[in-house]
């Protein structure tokens, strides 16, 4: 690994002390809650604990210690209030977000820092639900695709899925209605293994007509629920691939099991477990799927403007796949302080100006406290 982001360091670290893991498990409390500021966490936590040893060594107990660190704690967050530098007025503003975004995103991609700022802000305001309160991380996907500069990266509305439809004749479907199947469409799937005894050439064209009618019989009652748009979990055979073909149903197959289940969330359909009809319930709508190409890459595109879920996708070009793997995971970190800014809009002073002045003030309080608290209250401040 080639990476400065401190959640990935934390993650292929093996950690053996109790504490140190702790710690990482902190790290990875902040990344699942924030996104960003792991490395934060995790060089604060150490540093009470350095500055803790001090003071157990002098005789304190560490329920004391604790409780200092924690009254200096609610001190700090009582002091930050007052310090608000900047309040983000309109988070539907491209240019206010993306000043917001910046700081998070720059430091993992020093030279196109400001670049994806802009990319993310602009994917995340696509996205936004009327609601705000609902936004979800998950409605913002990448999608990384060989080839070209990272100056090509670009922001498209939708989800993208990258690879090719099975059904090569049908590439656009306007206003689908879409059935989601987590199980393999093939008519054969049996759990046990048959031996069927053919006696003459009539009982083997009766077999091969038998299992024909059977595929007709299930794409046919698929098609006549309406279904103009079928999501495949498992494989495809090729005999219901025809009869798809024939009832101008397009195909689509995805392979991983996380990718159909934001593609259930996102179209707000039921993955089938079983093959046959599906009722009105359990279908997604779409407002169109449409199969593009980027480079030489074929993909699929969903696209859903509603006022509950709007999805957006960066794609993302690059020269090899660790590039684009360390910048999915700063638009990830920038994703999150969008999350974090629809919750609270407010900022203070960045690169350790904050930390500074909270120390300067909560060493002044420590003075004015004349219990054993002082001590791991002017450890905090330090």
Not at 153 to 164: A, D
Not at 173 to 200: F, H, M, S, W
Not at 255 to 280: I, N
Not at 291 to 300: A, F
């Amino acid at each position: 690994f080639v990476t400065s982001d401190a959640a990935t360091i934390m993650k292929e670290l093996e950690v053996q002390h109790p504490t140190a893991k702790l710690i990482v498990l902190a790290s990875k409390m902040q990344e699942s809650e924030c996104g960003d500021g792991t490395n934060f966490v995790v060089t604060l936590a150490g540093e009470l604990l350095n500055q803790a040893e001090g003071l157990l060594r002098m005789g304190l107990h560490p329920v004391q210690v604790v409780s200092g660190y924690e009254n200096a704690l609610k001190k700090a967050i009582e002091f930050l209030e007052s310090h608000v530098q900047y309040t983000a007025k309109d988070i539907r503003n491209a240019d206010e977000v993306t000043r917001c975004l910046k700081a998070s995103v720059s430091p993992k991609l020093q030279d196109y820092g400001d670049f994806f700022a802009r990319k993310i802000a602009e994917a995340c305001i696509q996205a936004l639900p009327t609601n705000t309160d609902k936004f979800d991380v998950e409605y913002i996907r990448t999608a990384k695709i060989l080839g070209a500069s990272i100056n090509d990266s670009f922001v498209l509305k939708g989800l993208i899925v990258t690879r090719n439809v099975e059904t090569p004749s049908l590439t656009e479907v306007k206003n689908p209605r879409i059935a989601v199947y987590g199980c393999p469409l093939d008519t054969q799937a049996a759990e046990t293994k048959g031996t069927v005894l053919i006696k003459n050439a009539k009982e083997l064209l009766n077999y091969n007509t038998s299992e024909d009618e059977h595929a007709h019989n299930l794409i046919k009652s698929i098609a006549d629920t309406g279904v103009n748009c079928i999501v495949v979990g498992g494989t495809v055979s090729d005999i219901c691939l025809h009869y798809l073909e024939r009832y101008r149903i397009m195909t689509v197959r995805v392979t991983s099991k996380f990718e159909l289940k934001r593609l259930c969330k996102a179209l707000q359909a039921t993955a089938l477990v079983r093959l046959g009809a599906p009722v009105a319930e359990e279908l997604g709508t779409a407002d169109s799927v449409t199969l593009k190409e980027i480079g030489s890459q074929k993909v699929v595109v969903f696209e859903r403007d509603s006022a509950d879920c709007k999805l957006s996708t960066i794609v993302l070009r690059g020269s090899t796949h660790n590039l684009l793997d360390d910048i999915e995971r700063a638009i990830d970190d920038g994703v999150n302080a969008f999350k974090n800014l629809v919750k609270d809009p407010r900022y203070v002073a960045g690169a350790g100006a904050i930390e500074i002045q909270l120390a300067k003030e909560l060493d002044n309080q420590a003075n004015a406290i004349t219990t054993l608290d002082q001590y791991a209250f002017r450890q905090y401040a330090k």
